[in-house]
């Protein structure tokens, strides 16, 4: 079976590295997903949701990894993601995540009040991480 090696790296070290046979990721033009023999590609991500089909010993198994923007490299059945922050699913703090999703949701409220567009927009993206991650922690293994 052919297979590729997904690295996913943060600037806090390597979060997942793993044998898989395909990723599906969130680019900022859009999904796409990745199979060996994939032609050589880099992309941005957007926040989103990354799944890797891992091959495991006695079955395939899903994992899902929440990602805050970064880019993916694809060179021969070599995968590298290099991301801004990423969380397995495993490791996600429900109760921290959904905190910080009502705090950027009140951050959003005062910025509008008060028109501040950067601060405005900082918070939105605040919101989307937030919900990315709380919605990949439902689907931990």
């Known amino acids: 079976m052919a297979e590729m090696h997904v690295s ?26 990745i199979m060996p023999g994939h032609m050589p590609i880099i992309v941005p991500l957007a926040i989103g949701e990354l799944r890797v089909t891992r091959i495991t010993e006695s079955d395939d198994s899903e994992n899902y990894i929440a990602v805050s923007g970064g880019i993916m490299e694809v060179e021969a059945d070599q995968i590298n993601i290099i991301a801004n922050t990423a969380e397995r699913s495993r490791d996600i703090d429900l109760d921290r995540a959904e905190n910080a999703k009502k ?39």
Do not use: C, W
Not at 122 to 130: D, N, S
């Open 103 to 141: 705090e950027a949701e009140a951050s959003m409220i005062r910025a509008r009040d008060a028109k501040n567009k950067i601060e405005f927009n900082r918070a939105r993206v605040a919101l989307a991480k937030a919900v990315n991650r709380i919605g990949v922690s439902e689907k931990r293994l």
């Open 8 to 33: 996913v790296i943060t600037p806090d070290g390597t979060i997942f590295d793993h044998r898989a046979k395909a990723v599906n990721a969130q680019t900022t033009y859009g999904g796409i997903t």
